[in-house]
């Protein structure tokens, strides 16, 4: 659809994004369903994110997402939370009113449970997991995991207060089955039934890098990976090598998109057109990789 003076113009705000499927995804799904709207990408962090938001209140907006390192920092901005976006104590996407007000939603936990039960096939209720980063992504699953009956749920995060903040926020608003891990100490985890990575360790700048050592890993377990690109991290690799199951995000960004979509349009989301674009990406993804190996890229 072209754009007018109509369009409604949504914006991704995190940092980095250079491997955000979310732009194509969100066009692909506009264009299928025939939505005035252009989804764009906003690299920053928490340094600049109060400017850009007070700028964003004044345009023509629709709202705009939001991923790390901005998931908790983004709500001291907002003037209303949905109920479950202030359990959770993060927030993923942001709509704009009418009236310029910004209301927070988390559409994350939806995904996550969406892509962990029909793709995983993990029943939640009495499942011990183990989830490495407390950040955004790390809230929105353990808060997830809890609100559906998880057994235990071990934290682990490089920064160990969040770690110990999220642990007490589980334990508190949802139900006391959430333990801190300190940074490096896995001793829990073999008990677990699965290992989730929430820490973006993996993509971007620490590509090829996994925060699990992979002496770790139990060929029971799932492994479960909140990143999508690249489609199989080193910690999924190093499961995968050990005969576990693995998952990677696309899922979970695939109905987190699509939830997305309806509270930023009151429409339904087009999922199937979602589901092929992202199918695309990946299918061009490969390709590039391959040409890559046998040297034939060209500019």
């Known amino acids: 659809m072209p754009i007018d003076i109509h369009t409604r113009m949504i914006t991704l705000i995190g940092k980095p994004l250079g491997q955000s499927f979310a732009a194509r995804m969100q066009n692909a799904a506009y264009a299928a369903a025939g939505l005035n709207l252009l989804y764009f990408y906003t690299e920053a962090d928490e340094q600049h994110l109060a400017e850009i938001i007070q700028g964003l209140r004044r345009m023509n907006f629709a709202g705009f997402a939001v991923t790390s390192p901005n998931k908790v920092a983004v709500l001291r901005y907002l003037d209303a939370l949905d109920p479950l976006c202030e359990k959770i104590g ?64 071990h934290i682990v995060d490089r920064v160990p207060q969040k770690a110990q903040d999220l642990v007490h926020d589980i334990n508190c608003r949802f139900a006391p089955v959430a333990h801190f891990a300190a940074p490096g100490d896995f001793s829990a985890l073999a008990k677990c039934d699965v290992v989730l990575n929430a820490s973006g360790v993996g993509m971007g700048d620490s590509s090829g890098e996994s925060p699990l050592p992979a002496t770790q890993i139990q060929a029971h377990q799932l492994y479960f990976d909140a990143c999508y690109n690249p489609q199989k991290t080193r910690f999924l690799l190093d499961a995968e090598a050990k005969g576990c199951r693995i998952l990677n995000g696309l899922g979970m960004s695939l109905y987190q998109g699509a939830a997305q979509i309806e509270l930023w349009s009151g429409e339904k989301a087009p999922l199937a057109a979602m589901r092929r674009e992202l199918l695309d990406i990946l299918a061009e993804q490969e390709k590039r990789s391959t040409q890559a190996v046998q040297g034939g890229v060209t500019e």
Do not use: K
């Not at 007000?101 to 997991?129: H, K, M, P, W």
């Open 90 to 153: 993060a927030c993923n996407t942001v709509v704009r009113t009418p009236a310029g007000q910004l209301i927070g939603y988390n559409t994350d936990a939806a995904g996550f449970y969406t892509s962990l039960c029909t793709e995983g096939g993990v029943d939640i209720a009495q499942r011990s997991f183990f989830c490495i980063g407390a950040g955004g992504a790390g809230r929105a699953i353990c808060a997830t995991l809890a609100h559906y009956g998880a057994r235990q749920i």
